[in-house]
């Protein structure tokens, strides 16, 4: 008879959710799941493949072979007390796990919370880091069902499981007794072991893009006689960059071994482009490390099945027909991406435009490019074919060099993430430049771009900008396809990443950040032949929020040494930071004529249209400013052979004052951004703030979720967030410190004089239905009012203004002092997490958007910079002669909100309103909560590789 508690997929107590793709360590993939009657076969054949001495690691003796007995133990698991875990390729077993619940004595038990766990590597897989992605899944499944500890017990000579486990950061007691060392580690993530996690995460999505970029050999599968489809372009762009400059520096260890041709239908002994025709990938007999795959959709499966079984790498899929034709099409690329990680591969694309690598040790064309890019400091990605070719033609235009280049078309798998995780660690890369339409995981994204643009600058134009639509085939989350354009903003400013609004803007910026000093401060010299031209550099600096000097003019007689002593003055200026040339072609008082185009002189008609005196001044003044750490550009005015003059200077020439200006502005703010963020690395905190009850929070959130409201709303469009009543609000927030002034109903005149009685006079009346709340426009506020006979006539106004005051839910609440109004609040969006957001309110600051934004948790040095931030802040500080008001204690609120909603993730937002700053003190004068069930966090769980 079969054992009740056998689990199987068909089974509603096989937990899917426990099923993960996963990277290691050497950039290969897997899938961890749950083990099952049915991988009777495959655990067998697993362990006929393991060493003797690995099942001596595992048994403490000589094991031969599994009986049947062991076998059925191995399978039969009730997925609560007992759980066994394998990762697979391929459909075969390479590694197993296993927890079994144990009681205080160490005997099996259904209630205990300790339980004791092994492993088993096959030894041709160890060293990939098997088992800590294993030890990782099988310690969240293991605090699911409510264990907190693991216990093993390890031969002192087995040092590499030994090492697995006191790698992994958790909390652990070590001792040894009978020849074996006996290990106990707590569960709870700690600070150490997500450090862990993150690191490998990282060396492994790294690992897995450098093994897709430096391929041995490259099959083009889809290849035609015609020479205009896509796979004969494939093909032949793909010799091309094995037939460049580089090649003569070809080492024969590095070179690619081999590029080859498939096509299924192809004739035996068919030559394309002198590359023999394969029929099949199977039919190759040396090893393929990536396929491009160009065939009708539905042969690709086929493919890559194909791909598999020859154990490629990684696919760049260039075929389309997925999940930008809609539902079908998501499906099937949902397959497509599931079948080529079960395989042990990563997918570009599919919908892609392709891969490039301009390393002249291993250059790389597996993209539609039809030449590859010169070689530079710039890693290039984009989530668009036609963008991409945009970029490429772009950087050729303007003289610069890409180290790789990858456009992945619907980012199903391989993702911008993972080429901000190799980026980081290659050498050739300096600037890194993002175009980017949607995020898949933008917590992920803003861990690993903050790590890379303390290092590298980071620049992007994010699409999409105003309308929030996403572009049809991206794999997102549903919690990431509403992103807030305000929200991204804040993402990108913690993160230190540039935004940038057009394609231009992006290599102006990249330009400047490459080849010029990061700029110690915001004052700016404008040196130049042009008065008009200077002025309009000085007000596109102080637009720009850069402290410009006065222009020096050198008038439009200015020759080069009249610009190289200029420069020299202002550069070695130690009141400058950065130094803009402005400069028109040098023209005389009469003797010049614009013709054809361009300027010329009845003397010399063929002069060119500048100066080379002046190129060449400028150029010692760029390796000037090089020296002084100080970036120098230029902006120009029909000088059409100037910027090529000073390209091998690396001094980027901008043909607008306006462009050269922004690239300075991103400049500065990205230098501004990493000495804050080194300096917060010394000094920033989170103060601890006193009157702070964090159990009593907890308790009143847990009550209130609770509740049949609760119950009910759960059941609602939109999510299970309830609003808290207002009193219930109020006593959560005076847990943290929060005073919210308090108000009493006054439904009538009478119940309007006792509530103003009892808080004192002076009070304001005020509606706070929710048609109204917020809405003095309407005239549903009265202030200053200092006694009973006002208090009456308000009443009655607002009573016949609003349409009765039980409807317009009148309040009474004693009078704040005067100040500035402010908003505050705290808005968890699912895709980013908690975001503390500050603006003045009124209707011209929420028309205006003026409203500034910080990820949770905030710092001190956070919550200063977000006062300042908004562009009402001078009302704050005394503007136009009016007292200052109290920003520390503005400050010290914000940290409160803060570190409530970061220590109670079931508060979905808080918002105050108004918050009425005064010069000592302040008045909190309305406030709303809402609450929800506790969301999931994918980003503190066991590494695991999107399934969208």
């Not at 020849?179 to 450090?195: C, I, K, N, P, W």
Request: glycine content about 8%; hydrophobic content about 45%.
């Amino acid at each position: 008879m079969e054992d009740p508690a056998v689990a199987n997929p068909a089974q509603p107590d096989y937990p899917q959710h426990w099923e993960a793709d996963v990277l290691l360590r050497d950039g290969g993939t897997a899938r961890i799941r749950p083990i099952t009657p049915d991988d009777a076969g495959r655990l067998v054949e697993f362990y006929e493949q393991v060493s003797d001495q690995s099942k001596y690691f595992r048994f403490f003796a000589p094991y031969p072979r599994l009986s049947d007995k062991d076998v059925r133990r191995f399978t039969h698991h009730d997925f609560v007390n007992r759980v066994g875990l394998a990762v697979v390729v391929r459909d075969h077993f390479i590694a197993t796990v296993r927890y079994d619940r144990i009681d205080a004595e160490g005997r099996p038990s259904e209630h205990g919370t300790d339980a004791e766990v092994a492993f088993l590597v096959q030894d041709a897989h160890q060293g990939r880091g098997v088992a800590s992605a294993l030890l990782e899944h099988i310690a969240a499944v293991a605090q699911e069902r409510g264990i907190r500890r693991f216990q093993a017990e390890v031969l002192p000579e087995n040092r590499k499981m030994v090492k697995v486990f006191t790698d992994a950061g958790y909390t652990q007691r070590r001792s040894f007794a009978d020849g074996v060392v006996h290990l106990e580690f707590d569960l709870e993530q700690t600070d150490r072991s997500l450090a862990v996690m993150r690191a490998r995460e990282h060396r492994a999505e790294a690992r897995s893009v450098q093994r897709l970029l430096t391929p041995r050999s490259v099959a083009v599968i889809g290849v035609s006689r015609n020479p205009q489809t896509v796979g004969r372009a494939l093909l032949r762009d793909l010799l091309g960059s094995f037939d460049t400059e580089f090649g003569s520096r070809y080492e024969p260890e590095h070179a690619p071994r081999a590029v080859y041709a498939v096509n299924r239908g192809a004739p035996p002994g068919t030559e394309l482009d002198g590359v023999p025709v394969h029929r099949s990938i199977l039919d190759i007999s040396g090893p393929v490390d990536l396929a491009v795959i160009a065939v009708p959709e539905s042969a690709v499966p086929a493919a890559v099945a194909e791909c598999g079984a020859h154990g490629v790498q990684g696919l760049v899929v260039v075929t389309a027909g997925y999940a930008e034709t809609g539902p079908e099409g998501r499906d099937r690329q949902r397959a497509l991406v599931r079948q080529a990680r079960a395989a042990g591969m990563r997918v570009i694309g599919p919908n892609a435009f392709g891969l490039i690598n301009t390393d002249p040790d291993r250059p790389l064309n597996a993209s539609l490019a039809p030449h590859l890019p010169d070689r530079g400091g710039f890693g290039i990605f984009c989530q668009s074919g036609a963008i991409g070719v945009a970029l490429l033609e772009a950087a050729h235009r303007r003289g610069l060099g890409v180290s790789s280049f990858a456009s992945v078309g619907n980012r199903s798998d391989v993702s911008g993430n993972d080429f901000l995780q190799y980026w980081a660690e290659d050498d050739a890369t300096e600037v890194v430049l993002l175009y980017l339409e949607s995020f898949g995981n933008p917590r992920k994204f803003t861990r690993i771009a903050r790590r890379l643009a303390a290092a590298k600058p980071v620049v992007v134009v994010k699409g999409a900008r105003h309308t929030g639509s996403l572009p049809p085939g991206h794999a997102v989350p549903a919690t990431a396809t509403g992103l807030r354009d305000a929200t991204v903003d804040a993402l990108f400013e913690q993160a230190g990443v540039t935004r940038v609004a057009t394609i231009t803007e992006l290599f102006d910026t990249g330009e400047l950040l490459a080849q010029q000093p990061l700029p110690p401060g915001d004052r700016v010299a404008v040196v130049g032949n042009s008065d008009s031209l200077g002025l309009l550099t000085y007000d596109a600096c102080l637009s720009a929020g850069l402290r410009p000097r006065t222009p020096v003019d050198l008038t439009t007689a200015a020759t080069g040494e009249n610009f190289r002593i200029a420069l020299d003055v202002a550069l070695s200026d130690p009141a400058v930071d950065a130094v803009i040339a402005v400069a028109i072609p040098p023209i005389g008082t009469s003797a010049h004529a614009f013709m054809g185009g361009r300027l010329a002189g009845p003397d010399d008609p063929e002069m060119g249209s500048d100066d080379p005196e002046i190129a060449t001044a400028l150029l010692e003044a760029g390796e000037r400013a090089r020296e002084l750490g100080k970036p120098l550009v230029l902006a120009y005015l029909a000088l059409t052979d100037l910027p090529t003059r000073l390209r091998p200077g690396g001094i980027p020439a901008y043909a607008a004052p306006e462009r050269a200006v922004r690239a300075l502005a991103h400049a500065v703010h990205y230098a501004q951004w990493r000495r804050r963020t080194a300096e917060a690395e010394e000094t920033a905190r989170v103060p601890e703030l006193d009157r702070i009850d964090e159990p009593g929070a907890r308790a009143l959130v847990e009550a209130a979720l609770s509740t049949r409201a609760a119950t009910a709303a759960r059941t609602q469009p939109g999510g299970a967030r309830i609003t808290l009543p207002d009193a219930e609000a109020r006593a959560l927030l005076a847990r943290y410190g929060i005073d919210v002034s308090p108000t009493l109903p006054a439904p009538d005149e009478e119940a309007a004089v006792r509530a103003a009685d009892q808080l004192g006079y002076p009070v304001a009346l005020k509606a706070t239905a929710p048609h109204l709340r917020h809405r003095p426009d309407l005239g549903s506020v009265r202030l200053d009012l200092t006694g009973e006979p006002g208090l009456r006539r308000a009443h009655r106004e607002l009573d016949a203004l609003l349409g009765g005051a039980a409807g317009a839910e009148l309040v009474v609440q004693r009078l704040a002092p005067r100040g500035v109004d402010t908003v505050i609040g705290a808005t968890v969006d699912p895709a980013v997490g908690a975001i503390l957001s500050f603006g003045l309110a009124g209707a011209p600051a929420e028309l205006l958007g003026d409203v500034a934004h910080r990820l949770v948790p905030a710092t001190d040095q956070d919550v200063a910079g977000l006062i300042r931030e908004v562009r009402a802040a001078p009302l704050l500080f005394g503007w136009r002669g009016a007292e200052a008001v109290d920003t520390d204690a503005l400050e010290e609120l914000l940290l409160r909100v803060s570190q409530l909603v970061d220590d109670v993730p079931e508060i979905a937002s808080v918002d105050l309103e108004p918050v009425v700053v005064a010069p000592h003190g302040l008045a909190i004068l309305g406030a709303r909560v809402r609450i929800a069930p506790l969301p999931v966090r994918s980003d503190l769980g066991p590494r695991a590789m999107s399934t969208l």
